[in-house]
């Protein structure tokens, strides 16, 4: 899963919970519960924003690993800048 390593656990209850709520939603609508399976299939829906938004901030840190490296070859001492930053 591409998430953030400390955001893995999290990450895997999400997925596991979010499987659930599709099986529950489709035992709903079988027993022609509508209402029940509308609110599981849209607690589906809050795994997956959630997951999603696991998944852009492992992204953003792609990012900044890149922009870090690329600023390292070009010889700029990244502590300087997170110190002047800090200022």
């Known amino acids: 899963m591409n998430v953030l390593e400390k955001d893995r ?9 979010g499987a ?3 099986l529950q939603a489709r035992l709903e609508l079988v ?3 509508f209402d029940e399976a ?16 696991l998944i852009k901030r492992k992204e953003q840190h792609n990012e900044l690993v ?3 490296e690329m600023m390292k070859a070009r ?5 300087l800048v997170v110190r002047k930053g800090n200022e």
């Not at 656990?9 to 919970?17: H, I, P, R, S, T």
């Not at 509308?38 to 938004?53: G, S, T």
């Open 9 to 17: 656990e999290l990450a895997e209850k999400l997925v596991n919970f």
């Open 75 to 79: 010889g700029v001492d990244i502590a």
């Open 66 to 68: 890149k922009i870090v």
């Open 38 to 53: 509308e609110k599981w299939a849209e607690e589906f829906l809050r795994c997956k924003r959630d997951l999603d938004e």
């Open 31 to 33: 027993h022609d519960h």
């Open 20 to 22: 659930l709520c599709l």
